[in-house]
């Protein structure tokens, strides 16, 4: 994936390498911050406020696209992009971190970087592959000195390595390149996914790519993983949705993990298709059926294409990248969330860029969507539990705080119950983006059934807040409806960051089932999961108040109609050994 606004771009070319790391060591001191601080007599120079506690990122300058990951001879390896020389895209190397439990990380310095004509202008993204025997490989994208767009193959140098910390490329390399006769567009042509074995033995990849605006996942074969031969047909194509980043291909089934290496069809089996949208930053994807026999992937009926279809996650996450744990039978995936600062703010603090935190996949009951939650081991980090002890009754205007908690750094997880709907809204035909209803309809405007749900990383007198909630309506037939918002507009003093609201409906029935919420928050990320999965928003916060200890937690009501929470748990999370 190309990596980074042109703007951003910009202003690593206009400052050159050099300026970048002067600039970085003399501290520049984001004025704007730094007023409110001294305002409101907060220190942001003590431990960084915004770096995370337990979400991967490095101990400094820039990182985007999570790379290769996998699981080797029992140790998860992790590789992303990685800037060495600064906290701006550019430079950009392989990072590679390893753990024994996908929380608890150790740095192995750079697994790629550019020595070859085939990546001389760039290590960029790519997938990891288990060949037969157990052998790692890794495909990615290098661009050469024209900035053509060329895949390549590198083996690890010493498979006795657990932690594979050198890495060969072939001299073969590249294994894939554009031409006029692949009618292939040298500059669209990036991020292969990892490989798989068709019915006839060979070994399949897709690239992402497009043919004017139409995304495109073409489709190559080889029998012995060298030597690669360009499809006539694509895996999968849809018109007018752009340039398709790192696309990713596998098969779910609603009650076990399947390895994409080994494609399988039958009762209950479909493939997931995911592409990264270049001109949105969006995931999104289709579940569908897989044709092994004419390699055609197939969206289900009602599964969209583009950027109105679903996604992985409806706020701040990109480029993400699965693997399959085949140590615990289980499909991870892992998300770029990126900065809502400026770049200067990023190249003042020395770092930009992190890792939403690694979740499960699975297939929801309905075979219609996929449901995502945090890796069970982030339940080790858990402390000093609060567990509301009794249902409580939230009438509009009533909030619940936790005590005993860190809120800054936290994991919480809450459960409303609705019997009466009779004040539920009337769902405008015309309201069909969500995030612009959450916009248009965030934490301070009162309904009739919502907003309800948490504030998170609030400071005292509710100065600075981050409101997660629900609401529901009734459309043109009287079906309920239930909206989920990520509201940010509230969360911090400085008027310069991103203060997107976020917004998704959920595709749950409030009639028959309670509403779930988990939220992990961590400084400066809160990752919510609506629906026991089913719908995820990330969102980037910088308060000023509301910053280690000054942080607040709170259930909230301010609908008209009552509520009833019925569970309400919240930990705090001992800080990861990260980096």
């Known amino acids: 994936m190309i990596s980074g606004l042109k703007l951003l771009f910009l202003f690593a070319v206009f400052l050159g390498q050099n300026a970048i790391v002067e600039l970085q060591a003399s501290h520049y001191v984001d004025e704007k911050l730094q007023q409110y601080a001294n305002i409101n007599n907060v220190d942001i120079s003590i431990n960084q406020p915004y770096r995370t506690a337990f979400h991967f990122q490095p101990a400094k300058n820039w990182m985007n696209d999570p790379n290769g990951p ?18 701006v895209w550019g430079n950009i190397v392989w990072g590679h971190s390893t753990s024994k439990d996908l929380v608890n990380w150790v740095p192995h310095g750079t697994a790629m970087f550019p020595s070859q004509p085939s990546d001389i202008k760039g290590i960029w993204s790519g997938s990891a592959t288990i060949l037969p025997g157990g052998t790692p490989a890794i495909l990615f994208t290098g661009v050469d000195k024209l900035d053509n767009q060329l895949q390549n193959l590198a083996l690890p140098k010493n498979l006795s390595d657990p932690y594979l910390k050198q890495w060969v490329k072939s001299p073969r390399n590249p294994l894939m390149s554009p031409s006029p006769n692949n ?3 040298a500059s669209s042509f990036r991020d292969p996914t990892t490989a798989w074995i068709g019915h006839d ?3 399949r990849v897709t690239i992402g790519s497009k043919f004017n605006s139409r995304g495109v996942a073409i489709l190559y074969k080889s029998k012995d993983f060298v030597h690669w031969i360009k499809m006539k047909e694509p895996l999968h194509s849809a018109p007018g949705t752009g340039m398709w980043e790192c696309p990713d291909f596998y098969p779910v089934s609603v009650n076990r993990g399947w390895d994409i290496q080994k494609p399988v069809i039958g009762k209950g089996i479909k493939y997931v298709m995911k592409l990264s949208l270049d001109e949105t930053r969006h995931d999104y994807y289709t579940v569908g059926e897989y044709d092994i026999v004419k390699d055609k992937y197939i969206p289900d009926p009602g599964s969209v294409d583009g950027d109105s279809g679903l996604r992985y996650d409806y706020g701040k996450f990109y480029a993400s990248k699965t693997f399959f744990d085949s140590a615990k039978n289980r499909r991870v995936l892992w998300g770029w969330v990126n900065e809502s600062s400026t770049d200067e703010q990023n190249v003042y603090r020395g770092w930009s860029g992190l890792q939403g935190f690694p979740r499960t996949i699975y297939l929801d009951k309905s075979r219609k969507q996929l449901v995502q939650w945090p890796v069970e081991e982030i339940e080790k980090l858990r402390s000093n539990a609060f567990h509301l002890p009794t249902s409580k009754v939230l009438r509009q205007g009533a909030a619940i705080g936790v005590s005993g908690i860190t809120p800054a750094q936290a994991d919480v997880d809450i459960s409303f119950k609705v019997s009466d709907f009779s004040k539920a809204e009337k769902l405008d035909p015309s309201w069909t983006n969500p995030q612009l209803l959450c916009s248009k309809m965030g ?5 009739g059934l919502g907003p309800f749900g948490l504030l998170v990383l609030a ?24 909206l989920m918002c990520s509201d940010q507009s509230r969360s911090s003093l400085v008027p310069d960051y991103d203060k997107t609201t976020y917004g998704a409906f959920l595709d749950v029935n409030p009639l028959g089932e309670e509403l779930s919420l988990r939220s992990l928050i961590d400084h400066s990320i809160v990752e919510s999961f609506g629906g026991k999965g089913k719908c995820c928003i990330t969102a980037r916060v910088y308060p000023t108040l509301a910053i280690n200890g000054a942080a607040h937690l709170y259930a909230f009501n301010k609908g008209s109609q009552t509520v009833t929470v019925s569970k309400f748990s919240a930990w705090s999370m001992k800080k990861a050994n990260i980096n």
């Open 70 to 87: 996998m699981i080797y001879k029992g140790t998860y390896h992790f590789f992303y992009q990685y800037n060495p020389k600064g906290a």
């Open 183 to 185: 009618q292939i567009n």
């Open 201 to 203: 033995g060979q070994w």
């Open 443 to 447: 934490h301070s405007v009162k309904g």
């Open 459 to 482: 400071s005292k007198g509710m100065k600075e807040y981050t409101s997660v909630f629900f609401r529901i309506f009734k459309d043109h037939n009287n079906k309920l409806v239930v």
